[in-house]
């Protein structure tokens, strides 16, 4: 499978040491299978770190999974959300796997999150308002085993700032 990470650099050989924050999945090194979310991260991070440059670095995704520890997210956010409050939290339930799967929420995820995280909306509330894009995904390699094992780099392309 073609994988994508957006940046504003060539990532020939990608690392966990360089992620430089937890998100939905905790600290790592993170790819999409949608090209087209691979640009709004690429041109979303140029533009945050003042560069000229918005970069699609483009893998092939080995199916050889074996000796990994995966967990993967579907449709149901019921645990997805928790996951998500306790990676935000500095937790450390994501070390347990060497890559983690699953759907992209929306722009507002980041608000419903923190309102379900204070206390202000119950699970019940905080699950309606999250909205899913259909098609979008990320995948997390929380260990270098999993990128050495299963990343191979293919190319890379500079995308335009529309």
């Known amino acids: 499978m073609i994988v994508y990470h957006g940046s504003d650099i060539v990532v020939e050989n990608p690392d966990v040491l360089h992620s430089y924050r937890p998100l939905d999945f905790g600290k790592g090194f993170y790819v999409t299978s949608v090209r087209e979310q691979a640009e709004r991260w690429a041109r979303r991070k140029a533009s945050l770190l003042g560069s000229e440059k918005a970069i699609i670095n483009v893998y092939h995704l080995a199916e050889n999974t074996e000796g990994l520890l995966i967990k993967t997210f579907d449709e149901d956010l019921v645990e997805w959300i928790d996951f998500v409050c306790d990676c935000r ?31 202000i909306w119950d699970k019940d509330r905080a699950l309606k308002e999250i909205k899913v894009y259909p098609s979008y995904d990320q995948i997390a390699f929380i260990t270098q085993k999993a990128i050495n094992q299963l990343l191979s780099f293919i190319s890379y392309e500079e995308v335009s700032f529309e």
């Open 89 to 119: 939290d500095i937790g450390e339930k994501y070390l347990r796997y060497d890559l983690i799967s699953g759907k992209v929420a929306n722009d507002r995820v980041f608000r419903v999150v923190d309102m379900y995280h204070t206390g």
